[in-house]
T-cell receptor
């Protein structure tokens, strides 16, 4: 079974600086998708960025980028120029790319990293 | 385009009661998934519906059930509530494309407190 591990329960960063959140996963599959979601105090889960395992190029979305190391099964999120609004829980999630319609379609989640942004 | 909506946003129930939560997906999305979020267990998959049929189910007891209507709106029901059912219940919608390829978009959640 696939698992996702976020080893940093809490992190903090100074406003305008850069922070990296870690995520590792375990899978025997070669085709899958990885996601970072942000959950602010409002509890709304917001997609930050996604990565297809078959793509070697790391995904980027404005100030957010990932370092995807497929062999190491690592998927870290880098937030550049941190802003106060970035303060939230960040969740790493995995989803199988197998094409059957079984339970492989579910998202498998890490336990999250709480990010504080200091002014 | 309106996002995923969930009602009610907050609920307080007592043990033994039952509860029904509702989720309206983004227009055009036909797949609805439900997740339970608790501090101890994190986010766990409950079930997924597509075309009014349950496609996937997580490891939850039979007290947890759901359904989907022809307009893609979904409801989940929990019968005989237990204290451990207190959680944030999140609904996510997506297009049903190749497994895993599409992105799920989440609603604001329903916070259920069981006393």
């Amino acid at each position: 079974a696939q698992t996702v591990t976020q080893s940093q329960p809490e992190m903090s960063v100074q406003e305008a600086e850069t922070v990296t959140l870690s995520c590792t996963y375990d899978t025997s599959e070669s085709d899958y998708y990885l996601f970072w979601y942000k959950q602010p105090p409002s509890r709304q889960m917001i997609l930050v960025i996604r990565q297809e395992a078959y793509k070697q190029q790391n995904a980027t979305e404005n100030r957010f980028s990932v370092n995807f190391q497929k062999a190491a099964k690592s998927f870290s999120l880098k937030i550049s120029d941190s802003q106060l609004g970035d303060a939230a829980m960040y969740f790493c999630a995995y989803r199988s790319g197998r094409t059957n319609a079984g339970n492989n379609r579910k998202l498998i989640w890490g336990l999250g990293t709480s990010l504080a942004v200091n002014p | 385009k309106a996002g995923v909506t969930q009602t009610p946003r907050y609920l307080i129930k007592t043990r033994g009661q039952q509860v029904t939560l509702s989720c309206s997906p983004i227009s055009g999305h036909r797949s609805v998934s439900w997740y339970q979020q608790t501090p101890g267990q994190g986010l766990q998959f409950l079930f997924e519906y597509f075309s009014e049929t349950q496609r996937n189910k997580g490891n939850f007891p039979g007290r947890f059930s759901g359904r989907q209507f022809s307009n893609s709106r979904s409801e989940m029901n929990v019968s005989t509530l237990e204290l451990g059912d207190s959680a944030l219940y999140l609904c996510a919608s997506s297009f049903f494309v190749i497994a895993g390829k599409e992105t799920q978009y989440f609603g604001p959640g329903t916070r259920l407190l069981v006393l």
